[in-house]
Structures are given as structure tokens and as C-alpha cells.
């Protein structure tokens, strides 16, 4: 069985930084790539960062590029979204998605079934 566990969502002001954080089980996580998502009320979901099984190919979505960044932690089955210069348009849900798949020739994560229960971001002063 699979399961994501998200953390480090909250409140932060315009500026500020987060971490989030997904723990994950009943995966192969050193060979699955993974992505984050987020959904902001009204919108429809999309993909914020992506990164491949061996962390050499990484993607941010255009309007997160220098401000966020994603990385793996294969001891502990973790993979983070680190969000620096957040913006109050950051504001959403944020999920965690596991074992999907890379298009190498495109450099996009496509995701899978299996996704975390989601963690709130808001930035607001």
C-alpha cells in the first residue's frame, strides 16, 4: 500500500520561505520519480516541480523558476519543495505524487495514481 506523507505547509508572508516535505512507503522510492502539484482555489491543478529517479533531471513550473526548488533524500524516502520569495498567488493546496513517470524528451513528470493528502500554502500578509 502506498502512502505520502506532506508536511511544512502554513502561513508565511509575501517573501518568506517554506519547506514542504513528502515521506513516502510501499514504494520503490530510490527508482520512482516524483513530482509536487498544487491546486489554487478556483484553478485547476498543476505541476509545480518534478524530478527524476536519480535527481540528475529536475522541473519547476515557469512562474517558480529561481524561487523554488525540488530534491530527494533516497535514505529517507523523502523528496522536498523548498519555496523561497513566496508570492500571495503561491497560495494553495500542495500535493505530493509518486512513482510517475519521466519524459526524458520533454523533461515532464507525469503523474500517477498515488498522491499525498495535500498541505496548505498561504502567503498573506
Known amino acids: 500500500q502506498v502512502q505520502l506523507v506532506e508536511s511544512g505547509g502554513g502561513l508565511v508572508q509575501p517573501g518568506g520561505s517554506l519547506r514542504l516535505s513528502c515521506t513516502t512507503s510501499?514504494?520503490?522510492?530510490?527508482?520512482?520519480?516524483m513530482g509536487w502539484y498544487r491546486r489554487a482555489p478556483g484553478k485547476e491543478r498543476e505541476l509545480v516541480a518534478g524530478?527524476?529517479?536519480?535527481?540528475?533531471?529536475?522541473t519547476v513550473t515557469d512562474s517558480a523558476k529561481g524561487r523554488f526548488s525540488i530534491s530527494r533524500d533516497d535514505g529517507k524516502n523523502t523528496v522536498f519543495l523548498q519555496m523561497n520569495s513566496l508570492k500571495p498567488e503561491d497560495t494553495a493546496v500542495y500535493y505530493c505524487?509518486?512513482?510517475?513517470?519521466?519524459?526524458?524528451?520533454?523533461?515532464?513528470?507525469?503523474?500517477?495514481?498515488?498522491w499525498g493528502q495535500g498541505t496548505q500554502v498561504t502567503v498573506s500578509t
Open positions: 510501499g514504494i520503490r522510492f530510490s527508482l520512482s520519480a
Open positions: 505524487n509518486a512513482a510517475g513517470s519521466w519524459n526524458y524528451d520533454s523533461g515532464i513528470y507525469i503523474p500517477s495514481p498515488n
Open positions: 524530478i527524476n529517479f536519480s535527481g540528475d533531471r529536475k
